[in-house]
C-alpha cells in the first residue's frame, strides 16, 4: 500500500512542479517601454486593409482612391486593398485579436469610443496635409484629454447635419407673392418652421389628408433632439465630457418638445414609427410629401427615386429626368425656430436651430503592423484632391474649408453652421449609446400624443412636456451610472 | 478502491507512475502507448500553456497592454476562458488516469484468477457492443464540454468579477467575489421590474408553449387523416414558413403591423384611424402579435415533429380499438394523446425553454422602448431581453452575468422539477 | 344503429370540413410568403412603395441583381457558403444527435441521469451571455473567419437536443432488440440494421432541423465571419440597404428554396416509419 501511495505522489509532484516552473515562468514578463510608433520611415512591402463606408464604394469613390494610392506607393510596395468587413464593424472586438482593419472611416462617436481602450492610436496631425484647412471645432470632435495632455485620434473627412429636403415644384405658384414676406427671394416655408407648419396644414387640408408638407419619422432622436437643443437641451454637460450632468430637459427644451407635437398634429400616425423615414425617398418622389429632413448623403437617393417617378409620368429621357430631378431637389439648410416655441406665433422672434450631427473620418488601429504606410493613406485620402473628388462623387459636406469654399453651396453653409455652433456633434464617449432607448421612447409618445384620444392625450401643458424630458435624463442617468 | 490500494501489484504501481507502464509490462502494448501517449501530451500540455492558463486563471493577468506603443499586456478575458479550459483538460486528464489504473488492476484481477489479459481486439469489438455508449457519448461530451459548458461556466464566474463598463481589456478584470450580487440586491429600482417582467415571462412561456405544441399537434393529426390526399403538397406551406429564417419573417410582421403596414393601409383606406398595433402604448396587442408571430414561426416545426412521432404509434392498437366501437375523439384522447405526450414531455420542456428565452421575438418585434414603471424595460420585454439591455447594451457584463446566474438558477430549478417528475423521466419503459 | 348512407354522409361532411381547414392552414402560413414573394418583384426598392399587400409595380430587376450585381452584395458566394456550413453542420450534427439519443435510451449506465438532467439545465442559460465565450475560445483556436469553426460550434451543440430523439426511441419496443440479441448481434449491429431503418422518419426530422439552425442563424456567423467573403446569407441580407428591400426579399424567397428541396426530398420518409410490423411476436 505505501509503495502505491507513493507512486502516486510522486504522479502528482512530478505534474505539479511542471505546473508551477512553467506557470511562473509564464508571470515574468518583459514589459519594457513601447516606442512611439509614428518615426516617419515607411514600412515597405505591406498591405494596408481600409475600411469604407458603403457608399463609398457603391458610387465607385472608393476604388478610385486605393487606385490612386497604390499607383503613388508602388515605388515602396505599399498596397491598400478594401477591408471587406462591415462598415460598423467594431474594432474593440476584433483588432485586440488582429482582425481589424488597418485604417477605419467611420463616424466620430463610433471611432471615439475606441480611445478607452487605446484601439486607435494617437496622429500627429500637424503633420498632415489638411491640418490648417479643417476647422478647430471639427478637430475637437476627435480630441481627448489623456493625463493633461491633449490627443487628436482621428482625421475628419465630412460633416454630418441634417438638411431640409424638398421639392421646388411642388411649390405653391404664388409663393412669390404669399409665402415670402421677407422679400429675400427665398420661400419662406423653407425658412421659418411656423411657416413650414402653416404651409403643412394647408397642403394636408385641401388633399383631404392625402397629401402631407413636413414629414418625418419624429422617434429619431437624431433629428428631433435638435429642437431641444435649439431651447438650451444639450446632451451632456462639460461640452459632453460629464456623463452624470445629463440636459436633454435643461433650458428651455420643453419649448422644442412642444415644436415636435405640433409637427406631428400636422402630418398622420407614420410619424410615430419608422414608417416615414424609409418611404421617404419615394414619398417626395410622387409627391404625397414636400419636405423632409435628412443628413446630405442620401441626396442621390432622393433624385434616383425623383427621376424614375418623371420617367413613368412625363415620358422624359433617363438624362432628362435627371436633370429635372436635381433641378427640383433642394437641399436647404434647417429652417429658423420661434423663440416662443410655439409654430402659429408667425410673427414673433426667431431662433436659429441646433441640430445633432457628427463628423465621420479616419483613424489608424492601434493594431497595425504599418502604421507610417497607414498615416501616409490618411495623409492621401484626406489631400484636397481625394475630398473634392469624394464631394463630386458622394455629396457630402467636406470638413476641409479649401474643398467647401471650392464647392460652395451647402458644403460651405454646413461648416459655417459647424463654427458658427449650429451643429451639435455627438459627445465622443461610450455612454451616448446609453441615449438612444430613452430618447426614442419619449419622442414616439409625443409624436403619438395627437392622435390619441382628446382625454387622454399626455403632453398638453409645460410642466407635462418637463416632466416628460426629466423621466428621459433620469433614465439615461440610471442606464450610465445605477449599475456601474 | 481500498481494496485496489491494498491488493495492487506492481505493474499497477507501475501505471500510477507512468500511465500505461502496467499495461505495457502485461504486453497490452498498443492500449499502453496510448495511456502513455495520453501523459505525454498532458505534460506537453502543461510546459506550452496549460501550466500558464492555469496560472492565468486565479491572476487575471498582471501587465495591462497598450496598444500605442505596442505593450501586449495580459487579456484578463481571455486568461479566464483558457484557464476554465486548462481545469477542463486536467479533470479529463485525471479521469483518464483513474481509468488506466482501474484498468491495469481490472487486468490483474482477471490474470490472478487463471485467466488472461484482453487483446486489444477483443477491447475494440467491446467498444462496439457492451460498451457502444462509452464510443458514442465520447464526441459529444467533448463537444458539449468545450462549447457549451465551458461558456457556462465562464459566465457564471463571470459574475464574481469586476469585468464591465469601463473594465474591458485592454483593462485589466480582477475577482470581486459577491459584490455583484450585493449591487443588484441594494438596487431599489430592480425587484419590482424583475418580478413583473419574471411574471409576463411565464405567462408567455406556458401560453406559447401550448399554442405551439397543440397547434402542431393537431396540425399533424389533421394531415394525417386518411381522406386527406396529396399530404406532401399540403404539408408544403407550413414548410415553406419553417424555411424562412425567422429573423427575416419578424421584421416582415413588423413591418405588417407597423403604422405604414399594409394591415394600416387597409384600415385607414376604410376610413377609420391607423392602429397602433405594435407600438408603446399598446400593452396587450403587442402581446398577443408576439404570441400570434410565435405561432406562425414555430408550428411548423412541432408539426413536423408531432408527424415524425406520431408514425411510430401502432396501427394495431387503433384497428382494436375502431373494433371496439371507439369514436374519433376517443381514439384521440385514450391513444394518441397519451402516447404523444409521453414521447414529447421533453420536447415539451424543452421548447417550454426556448420560449422563456425567447430574445428574437421581442427584440425584432417592439424594441428599443422603457416603459414608464420598468426599469429600463418594456412592457413585452422577457427576462432575456431585460438582461440584453442591462448587460451587453450597457456593456455591463458581470451584473448581466450575476443577473442571469440568478434567472438560471430559477428556471432550471422549476424545469428540473417539472422534467424529473414527468412520466417520460420517471416511466421511460412505458412503451418498451 | 346508423344507415350506410348516414356514414357516407358524415365522411364526406367530415372530408369537406378537413379540406376547409386545410385551405385555411395553407392561406395562413403561406399569405406571409406570398407578400415576400411579391415584395421581391417589385419595381421599386423601397417597402414603403406598396398599395397595400401589392406593389406598385413589377419587374424581376431584384432577382436579376441579386445574381449579378455582386460588387457590393456577393448573394450567390454568400449562398455558397450557407449551404456549405449548413450541410456540414447536418450530417455531423444529424449522425451525433441520433447516436446519443439511442444511447440515452437504450444503455444504462451510471452518470446516465446525471447526463439528461445537466443537459436539459444547460438549455436555460441565456445563450447570448455565452456569446463572449465562445468568440473569445475561437480567437484563441484561430477559427475566426473560417467556417469549419462555425461547423464545429453547430454540430458540438447539435446532441443537447437529443431529447426529442429519445423520446422517440423509448417508443420502439425493446422486444425487437432482444431477438436481435439472441441472434448474437452486437449492440452496433442492432442500431444499424434495426433502430437506422425504424426511425427514419426521427432522423429526416433531425436533419431538417439540424440543416435549419445553421442555415438560418444570424448571430453566430455575425460574430465569427468578419470578412465579407465568407459571410452567410442570413448575415449579408442583413445588410442590405434600407432601399434594398425587394433585393432583401428576393434574397430571402431564395433562402427557403434549400429546405423546400431538403424536405420534398426527405418527405416520403417522414411518415414511412412502421414499427409495428417490425415486431416478431
Known sequence: MPRNISALIAHILVLAALLTTFGCMSLKRDDSEGQSKFNGELERNVTLRILENDTAKEKGYFKELLDAFNAAYAEYGIVAVDANMDQYTDLEQDGPYGYGPDVLYQANDALMKYTDGKHIQPIPVEQLDCYRQ??????????????????????????????????????????????????????????????????????????????????????????????????????????????????????????????????????????????????????????????????????????????????????????????????????????????????????????????????????????????????????????????????????????????????????????????????????????????????????????????????????????????????????????????? | MREMLQKANGRVTASMLVMGLGQILYKQWAKGLLFLAVQLGYIYYLVTIGARDLFGFFTLGSVESNPWYGIEGDNSVVMLIMGVLAIIVTILYIAIYISNVKDVYATQKRVEAGGRHKRFREELAELLDVKFYKTVLFVPVIGVCVFNILPVVFMILVAFTNYGGEIVPPALVDWVGFENFKKILALGEFAPTFFKILGWNFVWAILSTAINY???????????????????????????????????????????????????????????????????????SARIIGLLVNAWISIPSSMLLATGILSNAEQSQYEAARLDGAGAFQQFRYLTLPFVVFSTTPVLISQFIGNFNNFGIFYFLRGGLYIDGYFLASDTDLLINWLYNLSIDNNYYAIGAAISLIIFIITSAISLVVYVSSPAYRQEETYK | MMKKSDIRLGRAFDTTVTYLLLLLVAFVFFFPCLWLILASFSSSGSIYSFRGFFPSGYSTES?????????????????????????????????????????????????????????????????????????????????????????????????????????FFDSIPSSIDEAARLDGATNFQVFCKI????????????????????????????????????????????????????????????IAVPIVILYLFLAKHLISGNVAGAVKE
Open chain 1, 134 to 484: 479643417i476647422s478647430e471645432e471639427a478637430w475637437n470632435a476627435y480630441t481627448v484629454q489623456v493625463n493633461g495632455e491633449n490627443y487628436v485620434f482621428g482625421v475628419p473627412v465630412n460633416i454630418q447635419g441634417p438638411l431640409l429636403y424638398y421639392r421646388k415644384d411642388l411649390l405653391p405658384e404664388n409663393w412669390e407673392t404669399q409665402w415670402d414676406r421677407d422679400k429675400n427671394g427665398v420661400p419662406d416655408m423653407t425658412e421659418y418652421w411656423t411657416e413650414l407648419y402653416a404651409y403643412s396644414k394647408e397642403i394636408r387640408e385641401k388633399s383631404n389628408g392625402a397629401k402631407f408638407g413636413y414629414m418625418k419619422s419624429l422617434f429619431d432622436t437624431y433629428f428631433s433632439s435638435g429642437f431641444l437643443f435649439s431651447y438650451g437641451g444639450y446632451v451632456f454637460g462639460q461640452g459632453g465630457t460629464d456623463t452624470s450632468d445629463i440636459g436633454f430637459s435643461a433650458g428651455e427644451a420643453r419649448r422644442g418638445a412642444h415644436v415636435l407635437r405640433q409637427l406631428a398634429s400636422a402630418m398622420n400616425q407614420d410619424c410615430i414609427d419608422d414608417t416615414v423615414t424609409v418611404n421617404a425617398y419615394s414619398m417626395l418622389g410622387n409627391g404625397t410629401y414636400f419636405a423632409t429632413m435628412t443628413t446630405p448623403d442620401v441626396y442621390t437617393l432622393f433624385v434616383d427615386e425623383l427621376a424614375k417617378e418623371y420617367m413613368r409620368t412625363q415620358d422624359l429621357s433617363e438624362a432628362d429626368a435627371y436633370a429635372k430631378a436635381e433641378e427640383n431637389l433642394v437641399a436647404a439648410d434647417i429652417p429658423k425656430l420661434p423663440a416662443s416655441g410655439d409654430l402659429e406665433d408667425r410673427d414673433g422672434e426667431t431662433v436659429d436651430s441646433v441640430m445633432m450631427g457628427g463628423i465621420n473620418g479616419y483613424a489608424v488601429s492601434a493594431y497595425t503592423k504599418a502604421p507610417n504606410a497607414a498615416l501616409a493613406f490618411v495623409d492621401f485620402a484626406t489631400s484636397f484632391e481625394m475630398i473634392s473628388r469624394r464631394n463630386e462623387l458622394l455629396g457630402v459636406a467636406p470638413a476641409r474649408a479649401d474643398v467647401a469654399e471650392k464647392v460652395g453651396g451647402l458644403s460651405e453653409t454646413i461648416n459655417a453652421n459647424l463654427e458658427a455652433g449650429h451643429i451639435a456633434v455627438m459627445p465622443s464617449t461610450r455612454a451616448v449609446a446609453q441615449i438612444w432607448t430613452p430618447t426614442q421612447t419619449f419622442f414616439s409618445d409625443l409624436a403619438k400624443d395627437p392622435f390619441r384620444l382628446p382625454d387622454e392625450q399626455k403632453y398638453l401643458s409645460d410642466e407635462a412636456l418637463q416632466k416628460g424630458l426629466e423621466t428621459v435624463d433620469e433614465q439615461i442617468y440610471s442606464a450610465i451610472h445605477t449599475l456601474n
Open chain 2, 214 to 284: 397543440f397547434g402542431g399537434l393537431s396540425l399533424a393529426l389533421l394531415l394525417n387523416k386518411k381522406c386527406v390526399k396529396g399530404k406532401v403538397f399540403w404539408r408544403a406551406f407550413p414548410i415553406l414558413a419553417y424555411a424562412i429564417p425567422g429573423f427575416i419573417t419578424l421584421l416582415g410582421f413588423k413591418f405588417m403591423f407597423s403604422y405604414g403596414g399594409p394591415i394600416n393601409h387597409y384600415i385607414t383606406a376604410a376610413g377609420h384611424q391607423a392602429i397602433g398595433f405594435l407600438d408603446l402604448d399598446a400593452k396587450w
Open chain 3, 63 to 167: 432577382f436579376k441583381k441579386l445574381f449579378t450585381d455582386t460588387a457590393m452584395y456577393d448573394y450567390p458566394k454568400w449562398f455558397g457558403n450557407s449551404l456549405f456550413i449548413a450541410t456540414m453542420s447536418c450530417i455531423f450534427g444529424t449522425l451525433l444527435t441520433i447516436l446519443t439519443a439511442y444511447c440515452m435510451s437504450r444503455f444504462r449506465f451510471k452518470s446516465r441521469k446525471a447526463l439528461m438532467k445537466t443537459t436539459l439545465v444547460l438549455g436555460m442559460f441565456p445563450s447570448f451571455m455565452g456569446m463572449t465565450a465562445v468568440y473569445l475560445l475561437m480567437t484563441q483556436f484561430n477559427f475566426i473567419n473560417n467556417h469549419w469553426g462555425l461547423i464545429l460550434i453547430y454540430t458540438a451543440g447539435a446532441p443537447l437536443g437529443y431529447m426529442v430523439q429519445k423520446g
Open chain 3, 195 to 254: 433502430h437506422l431503418p425504424l426511425s427514419m422518419p426521427m432522423i429526416v426530422y433531425t436533419a431538417l432541423t439540424s440543416f435549419t439552425w445553421p442555415w438560418s442563424d444570424y448571430i453566430l456567423p455575425k460574430l465569427l465571419l468578419k470578412t465579407k467573403d465568407t459571410w452567410t446569407v442570413a448575415v449579408g441580407l442583413m445588410s442590405l440597404g434600407e432601399t434594398e428591400f425587394s433585393r432583401f426579399a428576393a434574397g430571402s424567397i431564395f
